[in-house]
């Protein structure tokens, strides 16, 4: 018997039309349509879907956590680029 | 989500005896999608892998949600103040109405995958026929488990498909699977004469209408698997009119065993 493991998949949920997917987890499987059906009974249960996407770990390219204070910390003082400092007239609901 | 009790007037417009005939059908709805039930929830942390362990109990658990539909519906026919758990956990083995296939053991999961196989391609037709009944409350069974149903028969294909055109070794394990499994497909749509009384009515569906698209979903997935369609004719039968293998008494003890031990015992 081949005990070659399969390979990971990262699995991204839409829960509603409109929303964005969501990554929520991994699973293996033998390829791509092996990975959407798993998907589906790993984690759409419980309805938290309608649509999914599935992409194989191995195509997912990671910032380095070693660089995490050259790439973020400096965006920490830099208020400015928020969009914050406009007067919102009144009659604008929902921002 | 159960579907509604119909009213009282609908069952009121059998006679007597189409009333025990749709009693003793709908029990053997129930009985099948039970057993089937029960055999996969068998698997439940055995899987080989742990998202086919889920796979499996996902489809156990839609079994399991036809089967209350079909008991509840069962026990409203009968009118004698059985309840659904009555009708699954309190009869003997000669009064199932399951057919031979659904109470064959797992096996290894080739043999479980065949099992499903041959099951989701006669569920999956029928039942789309079904919603077509002149009987509503099975025509609303139906349509709600069709779609259940259709997700399984996805499932079990492509597994099909994955097994013989894998490796040998799941090449060769899908075969004997087929040589073991096969003889039990033909009892699926042979009418009993319960069946027939209903099919002459109209209540359920002519399994001759559904045959060929059967036939050809069956071709297509082999074609696809690299697998030759077995060509054994003999079929056996008898399990939907109560003649069992001594499968389903060792299936029973271990389902009834709680109600049978603590009787009206509930969670």
Redesign the interface.
């Given at each position: 018997?081949?005990q070659a493991e399969?390979p990971l998949w990262e699995v991204f949920i839409r829960s509603k039309q409109g929303l964005d997917h969501k990554h929520v987890g991994s699973?293996?499987?033998?390829d791509a349509?092996?990975a959407i059906?798993?998907a589906?009974?790993?984690y759409t249960?419980r309805m938290e879907g309608v649509s999914i996407w599935v992409v194989e770990s191995v195509h997912v390219h990671a910032s380095n956590p070693d660089d995490s204070a050259a790439f973020f910390d400096p965006a920490n003082d830099k208020v400015y680029r928020h969009p914050t400092f406009y007067e919102v007239p009144d009659s604008i609901k929902h921002m | 989500m159960q579907v509604a009790p119909s009213d009282t007037t609908a069952l009121s417009a059998y006679s007597p005896e189409v009333r025990q005939h749709l009693f003793q059908y709908v029990l053997q709805l129930a009985d099948t999608s039970l057993i089937l039930g029960h055999r996969l929830s068998e698997w439940c942390g055995h899987g080989p892998?742990?998202?086919?362990d889920?796979?499996m109990a996902?489809i156990a658990l839609d079994l399991l949600g036809e089967t209350r539909s079909f008991y509840q519906y069962a026990a409203e026919l009968e009118g004698k103040g059985r309840t659904e758990d009555d009708l699954a956990f309190l009869r003997v083995a000669t009064e199932y109405r399951n057919p031979l296939l659904v109470e064959q053991p797992n096996g290894d999961f080739a043999a479980t995958v065949v099992r499903q196989f041959l099951f989701d391609t006669f569920h999956f037709h029928f039942l789309q026929q079904l919603q077509t009944s002149s009987d509503e409350r099975l025509a609303a069974i139906a349509e709600k488990s069709w779609k259940e149903a259709a997700?399984h028969l996805?499932?079990s294909s492509?597994w099909i498909i994955?097994l013989g055109d894998g490796?040998d070794?799941s090449r060769q394990r899908l075969n004997k699977a087929l040589a073991n499994l096969w003889r039990y497909s033909g009892e699926l749509t042979t009418p009993t004469a319960t069946e027939q009384a209903l099919q002459t009515l109209g209540i359920i569906p002519e399994y001759t209408r559904f045959q060929e698209a059967m036939t050809a979903h069956v071709a297509k997935v082999f074609a696809e698997a690299t697998v030759p369609v077995p060509q054994e004719t003999y079929m056996q039968r008898g399990g939907k009119e109560g003649r069992h293998s001594e499968h389903l008494g060792y299936i029973l003890t271990e389902l009834q065993y709680m109600q049978r031990t603590y009787p009206g015992m509930t969670w």
């Open positions: 018997m081949n399969w699973l293996h499987a033998a349509t092996m059906q798993n589906r009974d790993v249960r | 892998i742990l998202e086919q889920l796979a996902n997700y996805k499932w492509e994955r490796t070794e």
